[in-house]
């Protein structure tokens, strides 16, 4: 049996910030960077089909939407350092956008650090998600480009709807399952810790989730 108790909104918006969540962006937005880079298939002009969003599932499942966020942010950046091409902050906003929605997940009562992640909650992620996809890299970052850089606005905006499929893709197609896969693994180790508890003797008969 679950017992969940209310998080406040404040804490779904922001998450839970110490020295682990710092890392995790640290770490997460240097591998962000690393796969839009050199893990990317070439598919349009200045546009790739890459995992690099993957890194911001789990993120965003483990540490919130502002983590998820920022590593999309700062990952984008640092993509960008590391291919000598220039700087895009028009992509930049559009990452931190679409990032901090796919960390949304608690906020429809997705907890995968508790098991909690069911059909109904991955329907809502994947329509939150092709949402939030769309939104940024179909309108604002093509806009943005436009505003910035000026150039050929059907070009700017043909890379954005081209990164809209590819992204959406992969996010449902891989992203789902690995939020699954993800759930289940503290499913076992839930189960785990309670046998412990209960091979040393200690009263368990229900597992609290906080």
């Excluded at 890194?55 to 984008?76: D, E, Q």
């Excluded at 709807?161 to 992969?170: H, S």
């Amino acid at each position: 049996m679950q017992i969940q108790k209310k998080i406040s909104l404040s804490r779904i918006l922001l998450g839970t910030w110490d020295t682990k969540t710092i890392v995790a962006i640290a770490i997460g937005a240097a591998l962000f960077g690393v796969l839009i880079d050199y893990a990317g298939i070439p598919i349009y002009t200045n546009t790739k089909l890459s995992v690099a969003h993957l890194v911001v599932i789990v993120v965003g499942a483990l540490f919130g939407p502002l983590s998820a966020g920022l590593v999309g942010l700062f990952g984008n950046f640092f993509g960008d350092l590391i291919a000598g091409s220039g700087f895009w902050p028009d992509w930049w906003i559009g990452n931190f956008i679409v990032s901090y929605i796919i960390g949304l997940l608690p906020l429809y009562g997705a907890r995968i650090t508790e098991d909690i992640f069911t059909k109904k909650q991955s329907v809502i992620f994947g329509i939150t998600s092709l949402l939030g996809i769309a939104v940024s890299f179909g309108f604002i970052s093509p806009f943005l480009n436009t505003l910035f850089f000026g150039g050929e606005e059907a070009i700017n905006f043909a890379q954005g709807y081209t990164a809209v499929i590819a992204d959406g893709l992969v996010v449902i197609i891989v992203g789902i399952p690995l939020l699954f896969a993800l759930a289940k693994r503290y499913t076992r180790q839930s189960h785990i810790i309670r046998e412990e508890r209960i091979n040393d003797g200690q009263l368990a008969t229900a597992d609290y989730s906080v």
